[in-house]
């Protein structure tokens, strides 16, 4: 896997008159990782929607390595090589946590064998191992997010895509699955680009982060530049004076 | 076109309406079932049948004329609709539709079955005076025993609308179609609204069948008919439309009246199913419904 | 020697060896029973043979069809009707009739997934089909019309033109199900299958993962009507009669569905074990039937089990036995 580079230039999209996201740009170089971050409702899983190929974005355009994929399906989009997890998880209840990481790996093996060899390395890595013969539909909720990362990562991607990840996570577990993302971006290139609400999370990890507001982009820079950046903060915490 | 085409066609149009109006009324209780509950009545057909049986019964063996029957028909379809939902139906509610399907599948063999059993397999008819009467209004005629079924049903669903609109429980229902769990968020018993709902589904199409006896005669194989015409007319219409219902009631009456004088009768009901088809693809949430989930 | 391999994959011997006595039993049947056992067999075949090509679609890819007596309907009535006005054997004729069923279902499944119509929509879009197909069949005297079609009852045994008594039918609907037992089998352990599972539990991320979900809805589909024709052309040289009303009738659709149901959607041995459940039950019912004398006291029996099924086996039969069995989940 190495990663590659992501660009959006003047991405929009509106849903029935409600305009969602409005004339976004950035880029997540190959082998970073950048994060979007803004107020709940301002259109991050639309984007990510948009990247991902759930819907094709009304104007502007998604670029991969140069090559348009805004408007493909979200299969030829993985085919393109971008794997992504769901902001409310969406494992196969009724297939084995094996099983459901095989069907992404069989993206790129063409045989059971092979593919279920290739899901159960991952599995080792996120620490799913021996529980691979469970049913998904029985995985705690940390589980199921480290299953959703791991089926897409089975489909080796060179663009990961990971909304809300760290949600509903212990701090502790937050700082295991940081690790795993690191040592990821480290050991492979990936380019991972991650919505997030835990700044914990945001901090240790991207080095870049994108800030959207009612579907516009007001911000840009490094985390340390955000968490002092006066649109930012009047976004989150109201307009007030800032703490 | 020859005048006496105009006449035939327009002859066939008012007959069309006037069954149509009782078709919807049957369709209503489908949509009201679907429309709150997301549960597809299988059994709708059957439950129709019975309505026609019992109506039947209550001429045969009392003397009462279905239309007057119709008010305790009704009564006892709403009472069993709220047992059978409350009993059976209601772990149901969310699952897959195949279970679904099969469950509503068991109790309509159960319903056509029991008929059979007790009413025998030939047809039984009403014989009344007013089916010999007419009305006319110019050039057109109306069946006395249509025009009186059809201002039946537009009463019944006039009453709906106004339980619906006006009442708290009406209310609350629709509140609970809406959004489930905000209803039992802000206190609303959905078990007992849904149980309601049911009863009430099944006492659109027991009053239905109390007046389509009075048009036709019945027999247990009509219920699979009743089924497919109820679900075109919803579809057509839109499921969980109570408008939608009716319209569509109409229209498939008019469109059945109308494809047995220009066609041969036989085909009226591949025009029904075409109509779903073209439906389904373009427009599946009807004339007048919710989109699809 | 490897497909072979891949088929029995990691079964535990004690399977394959149940399986083994079970068909060399199955094999020797003819031999074993009298001529109305024979015929419960044969009923039991032919549910458990066609419940297996409906689990494809709805098991496996786990779209609702409730008008899979159109492709049934379609493979009989052409096979037949090209036997009875051609002479073209049956198996000659069974290709064109697999064929045209095979076009009917892509056309259904087209429309349907390409609108994503899904679940109850998708279903009524199948039964729609189905009835207006019913209608049209009602008027085309090639196919006989509402009349019906015959194929003559010759007295010998001709295999080429599938004329004969039980024995041969039984023979071939054997072959069929155990043909469509391997065939399930290996598609289960197989990309497509795996894809199928994946696009039953969860069409949008199965997409996400790479998945072509519109491309393999169409396969299930297509399989699965080819595969109900084949039942079909059975049906119709083994009856030697044809009509409208029952061929496309919702309840040959209906009675399709009930074996898979019942013994289990979307496993290897459901539909097998719900055609056992349901002939056996078809059987002490008719038998209870002749006892107590009512009218239709058959089928509320039978409405009633199914509903005692429902209610406390919705997974199917085959699950619970499973379970009861001691055999492992990933061995459904």
Redesign the interface.
């Known amino acids: 896997m190495s990663g590659a580079r992501l660009d959006l230039d003047g991405v929009g999209k509106h849903f029935r008159g409600l305009r969602a996201v409005h004339d976004v740009s950035f880029t997540v170089p190959a082998g970073a990782i950048h994060a979007l971050i803004g107020p709940n409702g301002a259109g991050k899983t639309t984007i990510f929607n948009m990247i991902a190929g759930v819907f094709a974005p009304d104007s502007g355009a998604v670029q991969l390595d140069g090559r348009t994929i805004s408007g493909l399906r979200p299969d030829r989009i993985c085919d393109a090589g971008v794997g992504r997890t769901f902001q409310l998880v969406k494992p196969f209840k009724g297939l084995s946590v094996l099983e459901n990481v095989t069907v992404g790996a069989l993206h790129r093996k063409a045989h059971l064998a092979e593919a279920r060899e290739a899901a159960t390395a991952i599995l080792s890595g996120l620490g799913l191992h021996d529980r691979r013969h469970q049913l998904a539909e029985s995985l705690t909720l940390p589980d199921r997010k480290r299953l959703e990362v791991a089926r897409a990562l089975a489909t080796e991607p060179k663009l990961l895509l990971l909304d809300e990840v760290m949600a509903g996570l212990r701090p502790t577990e937050v700082d295991v699955m940081v690790a795993f993302l690191r040592e990821l971006n480290q050991r492979t290139g990936l380019t991972i680009l991650l919505i997030e609400h835990v700044m914990r999370a945001v901090m240790a990890l991207a080095a870049e982060v994108v800030v959207v507001s009612y579907g516009e982009k007001i911000a840009q820079g490094t985390p340390q530049e955000i968490s002092r950046h006066q649109a930012v903060l009047d976004v989150y915490l109201g307009e007030q004076e800032a703490s | 076109m020859t005048s006496d085409f105009l006449l035939n066609l327009a002859q066939a149009i008012t007959k069309g309406l006037l069954t149509g109006m009782v078709y919807g009324l049957m369709a209503l209780g489908l949509s009201v079932i679907f429309g709150v509950m997301r549960i ?1 009545n299988f059994a709708h057909g059957e439950m129709m049948v019975v309505g026609m049986y019992l109506a039947w019964m209550g001429f045969e063996y009392l003397q009462v004329s279905p239309l007057l029957c119709l008010p305790v028909i009704a009564l006892i379809f709403f009472g069993a609709g709220y047992v059978l939902q409350r009993g ?1 139906i209601s772990p149901f509610i969310g ?1 897959p ?3 679904q ?3 509503l ?6 319903l ?3 008929s ?2 007790i009413a ?2 030939d047809s039984r008819g009403v014989q009344m005076e007013s089916q010999f009467e007419s009305y006319e209004l110019g050039p057109l005629v109306f069946d006395a025993v249509r025009l009186q079924a059809a201002l039946a049903a537009v009463a019944i669903a006039l009453l709906l609308w106004l339980f619906f609109t006006r009442t708290r429980t009406g209310k609350s229902i629709r509140a609970a179609a809406d959004n489930n769990l905000a209803a039992q968020v802000v206190g609303l018993d959905v078990r007992r609204l849904y149980a309601v709902t049911f009863g009430i589904g099944a006492a659109c199409v027991g009053a239905a069948g109390a007046l389509m006896i009075t048009i036709i005669p019945v027999t247990p194989f009509l219920a ?1 008919e009743y089924t ?1 015409l109820a ?2 007319i919803v ?1 057509v219409g839109g499921l969980g439309s109570m408008t939608g219902a009716l319209l569509g009631g109409l229209l498939i009456g008019v469109s059945e009246a109308v494809a047995g004088l220009l066609l ?1 009768p ?2 009226k ?2 025009f029904s ?2 109509l ?2 073209l439906v ?2 373009l427009r ?1 949430q009807g004339l007048m419904g919710k989109g ?2 | 020697m490897s497909f072979v391999r891949r088929l029995v994959g990691d079964a535990p011997p004690r399977i394959l060896l149940s399986l083994g006595v079970l068909l060399a039993l199955l094999l020797a049947a003819p031999a074993l029973v009298g001529k109305y056992w024979l015929s419960v067999l044969i009923l039991m075949l032919y549910f458990a043979y066609v419940g297996q090509a409906w689990n494809i679609l709805m098991g496996f890819a786990g779209q609702l069809s409730l008008g899979h007596a159109l492709y049934a309907g379609l493979g009989g009535y052409i096979a037949a009707g090209l036997y009875f006005h051609y002479g073209i054997g049956p198996w000659a004729g069974l290709f064109a009739g697999v064929a045209v069923a095979a076009i009917a279902g892509s056309i259904v499944g087209y429309l349907g997934f390409r609108f994503s119509l899904a679940g109850v929509y998708f279903a009524l879009l199948t039964i729609a089909f189905s009835e207006f197909t019913r209608v049209a069949f009602d008027h085309w005297q090639w196919a006989g019309g509402s009349g019906g079609l015959f194929l003559k009852v010759e007295a010998a045994t001709d295999i080429v033109n599938l004329r004969g008594g039980s024995v041969l039918f039984y023979y071939l609907i054997l072959a069929l199900s155990v043909g469509a037992f391997l065939l399930c089998r290996a598609l289960l352990e197989s990309r497509l299958g795996r894809y199928w599972l994946a696009i039953r539990e969860d069409a949008e991320a199965a997409q996400a993962v790479g998945v072509p979900v519109l491309r393999c809805k169409m396969i299930a589909i297509i399989i699965s009507a080819a595969l109900t024709a084949l039942a079909g052309v059975w049906n119709a040289f083994y009856y030697n009669n044809l009509f409208p009303e029952t061929a496309f009738s919702m309840g040959r659709s209906i009675e399709i569905t009930l074996a898979p149901i019942i013994g289990g959607l979307g496993t290897l041995f459901g539909p097998i074990v719900g055609a056992v459940v349901l002939t056996g039950l078809g059987e002490a019912f008719t038998d209870l039937g002749e006892v107590l004398h009512i009218p239709g006291i058959k089928q509320i029996f039978y409405g009633l089990a199914l509903l005692v099924i429902v209610m406390y086996r919705p997974a199917g039969v085959w699950p619970w036995l499973a379970r009861k069995l001691g055999l492992e989940e990933g061995q459904s």
Request: no cysteine.
């Open positions: 597809v059976l699952r539709e195949h279970q399907f099969l469950l599948l068991a109790v309509a063999i159960l056509v079955n029991a059979l059993a025998g397999p699979v497919l679900f075109v579809i041969q036989s085909l009901s591949m199913f075409g779903l088809i389904l693809l599946p699809p989930q």
